[in-house]
């Protein structure tokens, strides 16, 4: 069970934020609209939110889950696979020293954008993207096994983050689009398949025994739903157009 989320307030600069959607411009006000439903639905789960300013010179800050990968104990700091955004963990790690007295760092070479990092009980499945390389997932790898943790790493090739399209909800229970549907690494778990057409909504959040689900996908909110898990339907069509989704606006520990 969560407790405890940190989010980052968007700042008007994420109109430049990085992008591959092709959906245009974010609107601004609308997003700080969609942020305010989106903090409120993390304390309706229960979770006490701190809310860190927005900061300008960061496109992509809002983005705040690729900054940090936390464990019990423990805040793993990464090293973003974006160049710009390398910048935006000072502020994260500086939070999280009120809560975390173990902090961890990934170190260059090593890349890692912690929404290729998918938590499942004790293991973590680390995402080989074009943000997470080998010597970053391995010493993420390392980091965790100190720790008692353990982790494998799962290649991708059709999504920018593994969490782009594969969501665990606990139970042993996988929503899955795209190449993750039929993945190896996954066999072993029920998996919530997403049509091609809401491949999207593969990036769900499950916070204490709830599913935030990105609002505009029937399809796979009902899935989830006929699969037992209470959906919250949010809009975050805003953060859609600068790629990014439910999991990526928050750190929830």
Not at 60 to 68: L, M, Q
Not at 104 to 129: E, K, N, Q
Not at 215 to 221: K, S
Request: glycine letters at 8%; aromatic letters at 8%; one cysteine or more.
């Amino acid at each position: 069970m969560f407790t405890k989320a940190l989010v980052k307030t968007p700042c008007r600069n994420m109109i430049h934020g990085l992008t591959t959607a092709g959906l245009g411009k974010p609107d601004f006000a609308r997003a700080l609209e969609q942020h305010a439903a989106y903090v409120q639905a993390l304390r309706d789960c229960g979770l006490a939110v701190t809310v860190l300013e927005a900061d300008e010179a960061y496109p992509d800050s809002t983005f705040i889950e690729d900054t940090a990968l936390l464990v019990p104990g423990c805040a793993v700091i990464t090293r973003p696979g974006a160049p710009s955004r390398r910048g935006e963990t000072a502020t994260v790690e500086a939070a999280l020293a009120a809560f975390f007295d173990d902090i961890a760092h990934i170190t260059a070479p090593g890349t890692v954008d912690a929404g290729d990092i998918m938590m499942v009980g004790s293991h973590f499945f680390i995402g080989l993207s074009q943000r997470t390389n080998r010597e970053g997932a391995a010493q993420m790898t390392a980091i965790l096994e100190k720790r008692g943790l353990g982790a494998s790493t799962v290649a991708l090739h059709d999504f920018l983050h593994l969490k782009s399209g594969v969501a665990y909800l606990e139970n042993d229970t996988l929503v899955a689009a795209g190449e993750f549907v039929d993945h190896p690494a996954f066999r072993r778990f029920h998996i919530l398949a997403v049509d091609d057409a809401e491949c999207y909504a593969a990036n769900c959040l499950w916070i204490n025994g709830r599913v935030l689900v990105a609002e505009g996908f029937p399809g796979t909110r009902k899935c989830i739903e006929q699969a037992g898990f209470e959906t919250i339907a949010l809009d975050v069509s805003e953060f859609r157009k600068i790629d990014g989704g439910l999991s990526c606006l928050s750190l929830r520990f």
